[in-house]
């Protein structure tokens, strides 16, 4: 016993001391990061590879586009061989276009950033063109887009390049940059490439959405496991698919994520961090050891009601009472969200209700019962959403209000419940 609870306290302390280093050095959203690099015909164009190992060093893996112009610049080969992947060239090469195509590669992106960005590909991506392979992948891209511009200072100062970029700008692409200072040409001024370092930082931030900067989400996945001997136990079939995906768009909305989690299949998120744990007492206990940094708290998990009185030390063996049946006796496992609910200074609490009928009702009373300020239900007698699958649909429940999300991913629909969450909040002041 003594054994487990000294495991979950060295767990807890991990997450304490690495939520501290995550604080110090927000580089760490780059991690496992897909960065798109497109490379146009600039003489910044060299700063390409240096970019290129920087994002690899903060952990992101980085493909390549060059415009025809660039290759006159820096070489593919050299492009290729620090990015270890083929570098794209060509929109309209059958090749090149079987192995990654150029909607996979939009599609592959995290982030598409253009360094340099020369005056040529600001005015053709300006005014809709898709007649080569950065353009089209820009277009084609539901990703954000960031460009770093850089040029003669005379060419950056044009009207006409001035108005493309605020028409890319309006658009919703990120334009980092140019510096200002002494350029390649003799001339000085503002049309030099931003700085590797800035580009880094800038590129980022564009990783959150900010709208949970700060704060510090606890949430509870997956199922609970009631041991019943040393091999058995009484669990359920939640699969923790949908508080992953909490877990997920709560980090990328910039908040500090633990994720306390039953026994799943699932991957940890980046930047999320996780305490494994097997029972509901091992639950309450890992949550109770974090929850005084909380600003919201969102259990998720699929906790056990009951378990076993007594789980028996040896196998039970099939006849060992000479009886034909077993009884098992249960008690009432804590109420982990109550106790958050209940508490002085209490976070912002969420719960979820899963439910096979009167979701609404069913989710208004636990939101009394249990004083919550939040109740998301969702209808677990539909077996092709909810427990397992990869979609649901869900009623959002607070004290004056009630919304219906209707069926979307389990990713797309936690992103819209982190956003009502952060409205929420932001309303509380
Ligand atoms: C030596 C040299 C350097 C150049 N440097 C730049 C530059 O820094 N920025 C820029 O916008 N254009 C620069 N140009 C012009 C571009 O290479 C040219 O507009 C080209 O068509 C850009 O093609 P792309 O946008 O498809 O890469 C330079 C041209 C030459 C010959």
Not at 163 to 179: K, M, V, W
Not at 266 to 293: C, F, G, K, T, W
Request: include cysteine; aromatic fraction near 4%; charge should be neutral.
């Amino acid at each position: 016993m003594k054994t487990k609870y000294y495991a979950l306290f060295r767990q807890c302390s991990a997450v304490f001391t690495d939520l501290a280093m995550i604080m110090d050095n927000p580089l760490v959203n780059l991690k496992h990061r897909r960065i798109l690099l497109g490379i146009t015909g600039g003489i910044a164009a060299y700063k390409a590879a240096e970019l290129t190992r920087r994002f690899q060093d903060h952990g992101a893996d980085v493909r390549v586009i060059m415009t025809r112009s660039a290759t006159e610049f820096i070489t593919p080969l050299t492009m290729q061989a620090l990015s270890k992947h083929p570098v794209h060239l060509d929109l309209l090469n059958p090749d090149t276009e079987s192995v990654m195509g150029h909607i996979e590669l939009a599609r592959w992106a995290d982030l598409i950033l253009i360094a340099p960005a020369s005056a040529n590909f600001l005015a053709r991506f300006a005014s809709g063109h898709g007649d080569d392979l950065l353009t089209t992948v820009c277009l084609a891209a539901e990703c954000p887009v960031a460009i770093a511009p850089a040029m003669n200072q005379a060419m950056w100062a044009k009207t006409v390049t001035q108005t493309n970029r605020n028409t890319l700008l309006a658009r919703g692409a990120h334009i980092l940059g140019p510096d200002e200072g002494l350029q390649a040409c003799g001339e000085i001024g503002a049309g030099r490439l931003m700085a590797v370092d800035d580009l880094i930082l800038r590129s980022s931030e564009l990783f959150s959405t900010g709208t949970l900067q700060g704060k510090t989400v606890v949430i509870t996945a997956g199922p609970t496991r009631e041991a019943i001997d040393p091999v058995r136990f009484i669990s359920n079939h939640s699969s923790g698919k949908q508080g992953y995906a909490l877990a997920e768009a709560a980090s990328n909305a910039g908040a500090e994520v633990i994720l306390v989690s039953g026994p799943t299949h699932l991957d940890v998120p980046e930047r999320v961090h996780r305490i494994d744990v097997i029972s509901a007492i091992d639950m309450h206990d890992a949550v109770q050891n974090v929850i005084d940094r909380a600003d919201i708290f969102i259990g998720v998990a699929a906790v056990a009601d009951y378990r076993p009185k007594l789980a028996a030390n040896q196998k039970i063996k099939k006849d060992q009472n000479g009886h034909q049946s077993l009884l098992l006796e249960f008690v009432e496992n804590p109420d982990i969200i109550k106790a958050v609910a209940t508490r002085p200074n209490r976070p912002f609490t969420v719960g979820f209700a899963a439910e096979t009928q009167r979701l609404e009702t069913y989710a208004r009373q636990k939101l009394v019962d249990k004083q919550l300020d939040m109740v998301v239900a969702n209808n677990v007698g539909d077996t092709s959403i909810g427990f397992n699958a990869d979609v649901n649909a869900i009623t959002i429940v607070t004290n004056h209000t009630s919304q219906v999300l209707p069926l979307m991913s389990k990713r797309a629909l936690s992103e819209r419940l982190i956003e009502l969450i952060a409205a929420q909040i932001s309303h509380q002041g």
